[in-house]
């Protein structure tokens, strides 16, 4: 262990611990913009700059280990002088339209500007322009708001191992890329959008939706077994975007299907009521798609499109599953059990797949199960 002061409080941490760690264990707060405790130190944004008696310049906190007997100052006239400069140096090279940024309200580095009370910057030269030309389903890269923080990077190899993207080129042309700045194709996990302080990584899916004014709802996330803790951000009863929390079970990671794959909540597609298929003569649904290429592949509630009254009709619970009871009996004396398969989802509890595992083997007598998660 390792004991010593900041800002005249005594504090013990733990070997190979940094002043930053020491300083949020007393509460002291210190502006970042490149740190993450899950990711490795970086020090590149030099905002958490602090004073070490006997050390002859300002030092990295995020960077520097915390030593036996050490005196840090975490605030002066001369370090908020210095912060200031660096962040209107940053901000120099920034684009100024938080009022159509998709992060703005919930964004690092204008929180940190509103702090310092930066209205206007002394800054003047050459800024970053670059073209939006990314073409993947679910991030959106903006790249004239990315502060070279790093986060996207280390996320993307550290956590997920895929190190999908990295820096390239080298001073004012330095930008984050994929390999020959191609378009990204990678597991769009969203890890990187997750720890962004700015608005150059966003969801596609969230574009003007919605910045403020969210209802939180805690939930967990709907697909495989791994119970991931789900924040679903909802506004008129609908999801608008989803992220999660770091102090859950998950630790605030998630996959792509559960950060992008909410649509299947308010899709028009959903069924609503039970169907029978009673198409005349055979005729599949593909088929009668394939005749009538200017059929809506899906119903709008279960109306019109290929659930119509020539293929499917609504009925009650208790007809479906009468209906179904008798199918399967008359299925499996003709042809066996095991002519009988069964496909779950990972949509349904594990109590739910519990039970539609033993219905397949016990009462149907089966083991042809399998499930949307298996792999």
């Known amino acids: 262990m390792v004991t010593l002061k900041i800002d005249d409080k005594k504090v013990t941490v733990r070997k190979l611990s940094t002043i930053l760690d020491a300083a949020r264990k007393l509460d002291i707060p210190m502006p970042t913009l490149c740190h993450h405790p899950e990711l490795s130190p970086y020090g590149g944004c030099r905002l958490c700059i602090v004073e070490i008696k006997g050390s002859p310049k300002p030092v990295a906190a995020c960077t520097t280990f915390a030593r036996e007997g050490m005196e840090v100052i975490t605030t002066s006239p001369n370090l908020e002088k210095l912060r200031r400069t660096t962040l209107e140096l940053i901000l120099s090279d920034h684009p100024n339209d938080c009022m159509v940024c998709e992060r703005s309200g919930d964004c690092k580095l204008q929180e940190l500007a509103y702090f310092y009370g930066i209205r206007e910057n002394r800054f003047k030269g050459e800024r970053r322009l670059y073209a939006k030309k990314d073409n993947n389903p679910f991030l959106e890269r903006d790249m004239e708001k990315c502060i070279l923080c790093g986060q996207c990077v280390r996320i993307c190899d550290e956590i997920q191992g895929v190190g999908a993207i990295d820096f390239a080129y080298r001073g004012l042309k330095t930008k984050i890329c994929p390999p020959f700045e191609k378009d990204l194709n990678c597991e769009f996990c969203g890890q990187c959008v997750a720890v962004c302080p700015t608005g150059a990584l966003t969801g596609k899916m969230w574009t003007n939706k919605g910045r403020q004014n969210f209802i939180e709802v805690d939930t967990v996330c709907p697909y495989c077994g791994c119970g991931c803790n789900l924040t679903l951000y909802v506004k008129r009863n609908k999801i608008i975007r989803v992220s999660s929390k770091e102090d859950t079970i998950n630790e605030g990671w998630l996959c792509a299907k559960g950060r992008f794959g909410y649509g299947f909540v308010h899709s028009p597609d959903r069924l609503k009521k039970p169907l029978i298929r009673i198409a005349p003569k055979e005729q599949s649904a593909i088929s009668l798609q394939q005749s009538n290429p200017h059929l809506p592949p899906f119903s709008k509630g279960g109306h019109g499109g290929i659930f119509n009254s020539e293929i499917f009709r609504e009925v009650s619970w208790e007809e479906a599953f009468d209906y179904i009871a008798k199918r399967l009996k ?43 998660a298996r792999y």
């Not at 008359?330 to 219905?359: H, M, V, W």
């Open 330 to 372: 008359e299925i499996k004396e003709k042809y066996g059990p095991d002519s009988i398969s069964g496909l779950s989802s990972a949509r349904c509890t594990n109590e739910e797949n519990y039970l539609f595992q033993k219905f397949m083997r016990a009462a149907i007598g089966t083991n042809n199960v399998d499930h949307c």
